[in-house]
């Protein structure tokens, strides 16, 4: 089962190689066009995290639901020129690579699973045979990604089936459920996947696709379960003979850098450490020093937890994402709560179907069938600085001491 270990390797093993940079100039530059975008950087949709308020939207507003699958978020560009298709995976890090030569120009969101098989799932589609449909609601997206994309391909497969022996990776559409519909998704669907689960996925059915941040995409995970990225810095005392050697013994110092946009990042908290801890990261023999780690907050010892490293992400999150999901923390939806709330959701829903009495409502949009089905007590975040440091260090490096404190 992938459990997210796997994004400890290399990207090149699980992607592909990336293409030279010239190439990759050019298909960003294709992307932005296909996408009808001013930017060139990664175009793919990011949630916002769920609260207590998002229970509100999910009565006021149609929504479908799906699980979100501990994976790699990637997009798949697909180019056609002259006869020729070709298809490149292009990372958060908006670095395109190509995991093997194989639709016209089409743009699709997913999901990359690594597990006994690497499999991508696919969940909405920003271009497909170069009609843009980031402006269409979500229904024609996911009706064109099941329609268009996914029937053909099924059928290419059972009229040549040699072909699936040199494929890269399997190919599926996520299966979609009503708003309403959730406790399914927990109950039934994420328990039987082969595949670690990372929380629900929100998406407004009446909405175009938007490229970045986007307030009605809403991700849902259990308070405690919430997690960050940072960029780890550690700092050693020195020795305690007068010589200039760190002390690497010793249990250092460990600062959880927050990300504020291009090269900068800023002192947010530190993660501790206690003596069985540091001797496991020894024992790893793995570099912790300058690299994204995801942490969460542990409620019951009251501090963040280290739990794996993300070499899958260039930058730790956002500032801005930070607050979000550190309000998600502290004002977050347990499942009980969010499963208590699906008879209201489905009731608003159903009453918006009905429309306001003698008049013509259109009907509701369900998702198309897919071809195949997919396979605490609360704590208070400290606040503030616990330790007196600099309030500003670089990317590539920062201080070298802090405090007697030693890179």
Not at 95 to 110: E, F, H, I, K, Q
Not at 206 to 231: A, H, M, Q, R
Not at 289 to 297: A, K, L, Y
Request: with cysteine; proline share 7%; hydrophobic share 35%.
């Amino acid at each position: 089962m992938f459990d997210g270990r796997d994004l400890n390797r290399p990207l090149e093993e699980l992607l592909g190689p990336p293409v030279p940079p010239p190439t990759a100039r050019r298909l960003a530059q294709h992307t932005a066009t296909l996408c009808h975008l001013k930017h060139d950087s990664f175009p793919g949709a990011q949630p916002v995290s769920f609260v207590k308020n998002d229970i509100t939207r999910l009565q006021k507003k149609d929504y479908w639901v799906c699980e979100k699958s501990d994976g790699i978020r990637v997009l798949m560009l697909v180019i056609c020129n002259d006869n020729a298709h070709e298809v490149f995976l292009l990372d958060r890090n908006n670095t395109y690579r190509n995991p093997a030569r194989a639709l016209g120009n089409s743009v699709l969101d997913g999901e990359l699973l690594v597990d006994e098989t690497t499999r991508l799932l696919l969940f909405d589609c920003l271009v497909c045979d170069d009609q843009n449909l980031m402006g269409k609601p979500l229904i024609s997206r996911y009706g064109r990604l099941q329609d268009w994309l996914l029937t053909p391909f099924e059928r290419m497969l059972k009229e040549m089936p040699h072909l699936a022996k040199d494929m890269p990776f399997e190919l599926g559409v996520k299966k979609m459920e009503l708003s309403y519909g959730l406790p399914l998704v927990l109950h039934e669907y994420i328990p039987r996947l082969h595949h670690g689960s990372d929380g629900l996925i929100f998406t407004c059915v009446e909405t175009g696709y938007v490229s970045g941040t986007d307030s009605t995409l809403l991700k849902w995970k259990p308070p405690s379960e919430n997690s960050i990225d940072f960029k780890l810095e550690l700092r050693f005392l020195p020795q305690q003979n007068g010589s200039q050697d760190t002390d690497s013994c010793s249990v250092p110092l460990c600062l959880l850098m927050v990300w504020c946009g291009k090269d900068v990042y800023e002192y947010f908290d530190v993660l501790e450490l206690d003596e069985a801890e540091w001797a496991d990261m020894k024992a790893s023999n793995s570099q912790y020093d300058d690299r994204i780690v995801e942490v969460h907050w542990d409620f019951e010892r009251q501090r963040w937890k280290f739990m794996r490293f993300r070499n899958d992400k260039r930058n730790g999150n956002h500032r801005s994402t930070v607050d979000g999901i550190l309000n998600s923390i502290q004002d977050g939806v347990k499942e009980d709560e969010l499963i208590a709330a699906a008879p209201t959701i489905r009731e608003a829903w159903k009453a918006r179907e009905r429309g306001p009495p003698n008049a013509q409502h259109a009907p509701s949009v369900y998702p198309p069938l897919p071809s195949q089905p997919p396979e605490i007590g609360r704590g208070t975040i400290r606040a503030g600085k616990p330790y007196h440091v600099a309030n500003r260090f670089s990317k590539v490096g920062g201080p070298k001491q802090i405090l007697g404190w030693k890179r």
